[in-house]
DNA sequence: CCAAAGATGCGCT
DNA sequence: GCGCATCTTTGGG
């Protein structure tokens, strides 16, 4: 299980270290998986974060210690974060991919579908998660039962399962009003399952490299000389 | 009251 | 495959 100290890091990082990690949900006796395609992240220093627009109840657990669930409500469904270093910052889970291994069979599988059944029709497996509410959904995870919680290893917690991207989209974030930072490139979609992704922005009509998205090559040259260049932008 | 880190269907290029 | 209207439910002004 990942616990605080990996999520005690700048959120940009955590977030790039979360894709390809995997969900791991108990319900009931039977383990539910959901491998990380896509996330975002938010700093309360920009205006796109929930933080930055003020510390209220609900949004509490973005100030609480990193590795503390937050969630939100918003447009009939329920969303999934997690607070990293530095109070009001976060990571918000936008898209996975169901998967199975000797903990979570292939039966587990026709659970999420019930759990997260299509309006018509039962959903492609490759699209049952690629949404942020279609996660919580899937693994039936709400705000009352989970916010301003961390994770727990008897039913829900992250786990490495030792897969690592070989590439990474980097692009701006989706949803972010005009003025609100939305130029940040601060979500992360593994190159390879970008079909699993909420949406592809290499071929969005408008999005151009080096502006709206790039990519980031993981192959092992120093680690310090590649997070220097790709974070030089940043202001 | 209404905007909100959204999702879906339907119509189009 | 994309854009846009429409549906959704709650917290906060």
Known sequence: MLGAVFFDRDPRTVA????????????????????????EAYSIREKGSHASLGRTPSREALF????????????????????????????????????TDALSPPESLDRMHELNPGSRGERPLERLCSGQTL???ALELRV????????DPQTFFV??????????????????????????L??????????????????KRGFKEGV?????????????????HFWAKDS
């Open 144 to 151: 009352v039962d989970w916010n301003r919680r961390t994770f």
């Open 159 to 184: 786990e490495d399962v030792g897969y690592r991207p070989s590439r990474l989209i980097q692009a701006r974030r989706l949803g972010i009003p005009k003025g609100r930072d939305e130029h940040l």
């Open 16 to 39: 790039k270290d979360l894709v390809g990690k995997v969900l791991r949900r108990r319900i009931r006796s039977s383990w539910l998986s959901v491998q990380i395609v896509e996330v």
């Open 64 to 99: 609480m210690p990193a590795g503390t669930i937050y969630m939100y409500y918003s447009r009939g469904a329920d969303s999934l974060n997690v607070s990293c270093r530095g109070a009001g910052n976060a990571v918000l889970f936008k898209a996975g991919r169901p998967f």
């Open 212 to 228: 709206d998205f790039r990519i980031l090559s993981l192959r092992r040259p120093s680690a310090n000389a590649r997070r220097d």
């Open 186 to 203: 601060y979500r992360f979609i593994d190159f390879d399952r970008v079909r699993s992704a909420t949406s592809n922005p290499m071929t």
């Open 135 to 137: 996660i919580c959904r």
